[in-house]
């Protein structure tokens, strides 16, 4: 019986330990409700609360860094010349504003993997994908082929 009790006990302790990860990994910004999405047309999509500008829709499958390369140089002789891949968080964040029904009735296409500005300055390729806990949780996962949805400062 006291082997079940200490069972249990770990048990209470290890959910409340991964539902507090989970709620710290959500930016308190968000959570506050200090950022939103609004879409300015044109094809660009901005956080209000950050300043960010997102692109509406995504581009096709890229599987080499010399078509990103190229897409990125075709958006940026356009109005905006400082289109960038997000970071992997940023991208988190993103997808985030949907997760937590901050997009207002913006629609887009969001899964699969996304081409990212890696830590160490190399690009890669991964996604957010939905995760198997209850409640709100993303697990990146890397890739070999993905769509560019570039960013702005």
Not at 11 to 33: D, E, N, W
Not at 93 to 105: A, C, N, Q, R, T
Not at 118 to 130: H, K, V
């Amino acid at each position: 019986m006291q082997r079940l009790k200490s069972v249990l006990k770990v048990s209470v302790y290890a959910r409340a330990a991964v539902l507090f990860v989970l709620v710290m990994m959500i930016p308190l910004g968000l959570l506050a409700g200090g950022t939103s999405l609004v879409d300015r047309g044109n094809g660009i999509l901005e956080e209000q609360g950050r300043g960010k500008m997102w692109q509406a829709q995504r581009s096709r499958r890229m599987r080499d860094f010399g078509e990103v390369e190229g897409y990125l140089a075709k958006l940026n002789s356009g109005q905006f010349s400082d289109w960038r891949l997000p970071t992997r968080q940023e991208l988190y964040d993103f997808i985030l504003l949907f997760d937590l029904h901050k997009s207002g009735d913006i629609s887009i296409r969001l899964e699969g993997a996304y081409w990212l500005a890696g830590d160490n300055g190399q690009p890669q390729i991964g996604s957010w994908e939905a995760g198997d806990q209850c409640g709100l949780s993303r697990i990146y996962y890397p890739g070999l082929s993905g769509h560019v949805r570039a960013v702005r400062p």
